[in-house]
């Protein structure tokens, strides 16, 4: 069975912070991996993708690939009131019956405080 | 890019009815998927297309659902005799092969 696991939080750090978000995933043979925002009520928006072990930045965001660890995490610098929200971390695997369906973690949610 | 599109937005229905949602993936890409997420769950797969084939779906996708995609290019999701336990919001992405999904606004279903 494939799992992500998060931590459901709440993660709550002061405006300006770097806030740091973890993701592990059971399956070694993993593919890709994502990051997606959510706020309340509404739909995942992309965030960061990374394919290779190490980090990968944009503009205040960098997300982190361990995997022999089997951990991915994001770091969000400077925080700000309207990063608050759900964090939800996808894997995919592209192999066997399965080809490219992402698999979510329940998500972490972030509160930012001003 | 016009985004993923779906239709409608919310939709309340009665135990027992029949439903219909539509999905309007980004123009081009090829994969379209139909997710499920329930609250403080991440979004679960339901099924996928390539083109106009259905290439795979989850065990969480009962008899009483159907999907389709028929001229390859907009999708349905039709839900029969609804029950309770449907209630969640029914998110389509799309993508081009095997690229990074894009997501809907959803469609939030309330039987009642």
């Known amino acids: 069975q494939k799992e992500v696991e998060q931590n459901s939080g709440p993660l709550s750090v002061p405006e300006g912070a770097i806030a740091s978000l973890n993701c592990t995933y059971s399956d070694r043979v993993s593919q890709s991996f994502f990051w997606y925002r959510q706020y309340s009520g509404k739909s995942p928006e992309l965030i960061m993708s990374?394919?290779?072990?190490g980090d990968k930045e944009d503009g205040r965001f960098t997300a982190q690939l361990n995997k022999a660890s089997q951990y991915v995490s994001l770091l969000i610098r400077d925080s700000q009131p309207s990063d608050s929200a759900t964090y939800l971390c996808?894997?995919?695997?592209?192999?066997?019956?399965?080809?490219?369906?992402?698999?979510f973690g329940k998500g972490t949610k972030l509160s930012v405080k001003p | 890019d016009t985004g993923v599109s779906q239709d409608p937005r919310h939709k309340i229905t009665k135990r027992g009815q029949n439903v219909t949602f539509r999905c309007d993936p980004i123009s081009e890409h090829n994969r379209l998927y139909w997710y499920r997420q329930t609250l403080g769950q991440g979004p679960e797969f339901l099924t996928y297309f390539q083109n106009e084939a259905q290439l795979e779906k989850s065990r969480l996708l009962s008899d009483r659902f159907s999907a389709e995609r028929p001229k390859g290019s907009f999708s349905t999701l039709e839900i029969q005799r609804t029950e309770q336990g449907d209630s969640a919001m029914y998110l389509c992405?799309?993508?081009?092969?095997?690229?990074?999904?894009?997501f809907g606004p959803g469609t939030r279903l309330t039987v009642l």
């Open positions: 992405a799309s993508s081009r092969t095997l690229d990074t999904q894009y």
């Open positions: 996808a894997v995919k695997w592209s192999y066997g019956g399965s080809q490219g369906n992402l698999i």
């Open positions: 990374i394919y290779s072990n």
